[in-house]
């Protein structure tokens, strides 16, 4: 089974700042990897699959980057509705998830 | 607008089995593969398994495999997973999930809001 791991596992930044997620995989994956955001209460919601490409209507302020094992998901310039839990997803071996990030306000 | 519902709370006493509905909605039904995913309590996202519902195939995580089946209703637009033998480690939220496509690429794009499922004495 390919193990996803995320970091840092809690991120605060404030409004209007920049944050970057990690996510690394135990064994290259290639671009099969997703990123989803969770809100409070809520189902994951897709963001970005093939590692770059943005979901439809996910703003332009998403953005993911990386191949094989090292990937990142940079959010531009965050809004309040931002705040929330993010999972990396591989899909090139059967289906697994990081254990997530936070992403909470400093 | 793509939509998934799935049927409300379970509360369910240890070795009972639950059944899940996730009934879908503005898209072609039979196109799409629909995932089982759950999220208990402090542990990360696992699928269960899948149907592909055109053409009625499905898989099982190994972790699942014996205790959940995937069947569907064509005719209802609806998804059904059920899960027996369960213990307290079931205790969670469970989604179904369309698997969607963009050549090589698969992905989760839509999910149901969740149904929380408590395995309790």
């Known amino acids: 089974e390919i193990v996803m791991t995320q970091s840092p596992g809690t991120l605060s930044v404030s409004p209007g700042e920049r944050a970057t997620l990690s996510c690394r995989a135990s064994?290259?994956?290639?671009?099969?990897l997703a990123w989803y955001q969770q809100r409070p209460g809520q189902a994951p919601r897709l963001l970005i699959y093939?590692?770059?490409t943005r979901a439809t209507g996910i703003p332009a302020r998403f953005s993911g980057s990386g191949y094989g094992t090292e990937f990142t998901l940079t959010i531009s310039s965050l809004q309040f509705e931002d705040f929330a839990i993010y999972y990396c997803?591989?899909?090139?071996?059967?289906?697994?998830f990081g254990q997530g990030t936070k992403l909470e306000i400093k | 607008q793509v939509q998934l519902v799935q049927s409300g709370a379970e509360v369910k006493t240890p070795g009972a089995s639950v059944k899940v509905s996730c009934k879908a909605s503005?898209?072609?039904?039979?196109?799409?593969?629909i995932f089982w995913v759950r999220q208990a309590p402090g542990q990360r996202l696992e699928w269960m398994g899948w149907?592909?519902?055109?053409?009625?195939?499905?898989k099982y995580s190994q972790k699942f495999q014996g205790r959940v089946t995937l069947t569907k209703d064509t005719s209802a637009s609806t998804v059904f997973m059920e899960l027996r033998s369960l213990t307290s480690e079931d205790t969670a939220v469970y989604y179904c999930?369309?698997?969607?496509?963009?050549?090589?690429?698969?992905?989760?794009?839509?999910w149901g809001q969740g149904t929380l499922v408590t395995v309790s004495s």
């Open positions: 999930a369309r698997r969607g496509y963009s050549g090589a690429d698969l992905y989760f794009d839509h």
């Open positions: 503005g898209y072609s039904f039979t196109d799409y593969t």
């Open positions: 149907i592909d519902v055109g053409y009625g195939d499905n």
């Open positions: 064994q290259s994956v290639s671009s099969s």
């Open positions: 093939g590692a770059s």
């Open positions: 997803q591989q899909y090139s071996n059967w289906y697994t």
